[in-house]
C-alpha cells in the first residue's frame, strides 16, 4: 500500500520556469513531511522539511505549500535551473519513537536550459 | 569528513554467492537505517536499529541478515544472491525518533 502518492514520476521544465511536484498522503497521524533530493550516483539528501502547522515553508528557491485538510503537498522549485536536475522524494513520516519514512515514488526533474 | 560512508560502492556477484556491505556514521546519532532502490528508484526500508537493536524489519527475506556491532556500524550480509536482489542499497543514520535522516553514498550491487 503506497501511503504517499506523487506525481508526475517525470518533469522537464526550461530553464527560469516553476517546476511543481505534488504529493498526497493517506495516514493523518503523519507530522513531518520532508522532501529530499538524489543526484545521479548519489544518496538522496534533504532538502526541505514541513510541518502541519504551517501552510508554506521556505527556503531560498524551494518552497513546499501544505494543505492539511486535503491531505496533500507540493514542492515549486522557483527559477528552475539546470542544477535543480535531479529526482525529488517527498516523504512522510510520524515524529517521535522509532516511526519508518515513507517515501513517494519519486519525480525526476530535468531543467532544460 | 563523510558523515555517512559505506563500501563498497560498487559490487558484482554471481548468483548463490554471499556478500557484504559496510556502513559507518562518524555523525553520533544512535538509529541506522538500510533502503534497498530498484531500478525505478523507489527506495524501501528494509531494517532499522537504535543504538544495535533491530527496530524495524520490514518482510525481507531472511537471506538479508543486518548486524550492528556499535551504534556507529551497520552492516548488511546478504547469502545466496538471487538476480532480484540488484539494486542500489543506502544506508542512512538519524537521532532517536527523529525524521531527518543522512543518506550514504550508496552500493551498487549487480548480481550475474
Same mark, same amino acid.
Given at each position: 500500500?503506497?501511503?504517499?502518492? &506523487?506525481?508526475?514520476?517525470?518533469?522537464?521544465?526550461?530553464?527560469?520556469?516553476?517546476?511543481?511536484?505534488?504529493?498526497?498522503?493517506?495516514? /493523518?497521524?503523519?507530522?513531518?513531511?520532508?522532501?529530499?533530493?538524489?543526484?545521479?550516483?548519489?544518496?538522496?539528501?534533504?532538502?526541505?522539511?514541513?510541518?502541519?502547522?504551517?501552510?508554506?515553508?521556505?527556503?531560498?528557491?524551494? /518552497?513546499?505549500?501544505?494543505?492539511?485538510?486535503?491531505?496533500?503537498?507540493?514542492?515549486?522549485?522557483?527559477?528552475? &535551473?539546470?542544477?535543480?536536475?535531479? /529526482?525529488?522524494?517527498?516523504?512522510?513520516?510520524?515524529?517521535?519513537?522509532? &516511526?519508518?519514512? /515513507?517515501?513517494?515514488?519519486?519525480?525526476?526533474?530535468?531543467?532544460?536550459? | 569528513?563523510t558523515a555517512v560512508s559505506q563500501t563498497p560502492k560498487y559490487l558484482v556477484t554471481q548468483m548463490g554467492n554471499d556478500k557484504s556491505i559496510k556502513c559507518e556514521q562518524n555523525l553520533g546519532h544512535d538509529t541506522m537505517y538500510w533502503y534497498?532502490?530498484?531500478?525505478?528508484?523507489?527506495?524501501?526500508?528494509?531494517?532499522?536499529?537504535?543504538?544495535?537493536?533491530?527496530?524495524?524489519?520490514?518482510?525481507?527475506?531472511?537471506?538479508?541478515?543486518?548486524?550492528?556491532?556499535?551504534?556507529?556500524?551497520?552492516?548488511?550480509?546478504?547469502?545466496?544472491?538471487?538476480?532480484?536482489?540488484?539494486?542500489?542499497?543506502?544506508?542512512?543514520?538519524?537521532?532517536?525518533?527523529?525524521?531527518?535522516?543522512?543518506?550514504?553514498?550508496?552500493?551498487?550491487?549487480?548480481?550475474?
Amino acid at each position: 500500500q503506497q501511503q504517499v502518492k &506523487q506525481s508526475p514520476q517525470s518533469l522537464i521544465v526550461q530553464k527560469g520556469g516553476i517546476s511543481i511536484i505534488n504529493c498526497a498522503y493517506e495516514n /493523518t497521524a503523519f507530522d513531518y513531511f520532508p522532501w529530499y533530493q538524489q543526484f545521479p550516483g548519489k544518496g538522496p539528501a534533504l532538502l526541505i522539511a514541513i510541518r502541519p502547522d504551517v501552510s508554506e515553508k521556505k527556503e531560498g528557491r524551494f /518552497t513546499i505549500s501544505f494543505n492539511k485538510s486535503a491531505k496533500q503537498f507540493s514542492l515549486h522549485i522557483m527559477d528552475s &535551473q539546470p542544477g535543480d536536475s535531479a /529526482t525529488y522524494f517527498c516523504a512522510a513520516s510520524i515524529s517521535g519513537g522509532y &516511526q519508518k519514512v /515513507t517515501f513517494g515514488i519519486g519525480t525526476k526533474l530535468q531543467v532544460i536550459p | 569528513d563523510t558523515a555517512v560512508s559505506q563500501t563498497p560502492k560498487y559490487l558484482v556477484t554471481q548468483m548463490g554467492n554471499d556478500k557484504s556491505i559496510k556502513c559507518e556514521q562518524n555523525l553520533g546519532h544512535d538509529t541506522m537505517y538500510w533502503y534497498k532502490q530498484d531500478s525505478k528508484k523507489f527506495l524501501k526500508i528494509m531494517f532499522s536499529y537504535n543504538n544495535k537493536e533491530l527496530i524495524i524489519n520490514e518482510t525481507v527475506p531472511n537471506r538479508f541478515s543486518p548486524k550492528s556491532p556499535d551504534k556507529a556500524h551497520l552492516n548488511l550480509h546478504i547469502n545466496s544472491l538471487e538476480l532480484g536482489d540488484s539494486a542500489v542499497y543506502f544506508c542512512a543514520s538519524s537521532l532517536p525518533g527523529a525524521s531527518e535522516q543522512y543518506f550514504g553514498p550508496g552500493t551498487r550491487l549487480t548480481v550475474t
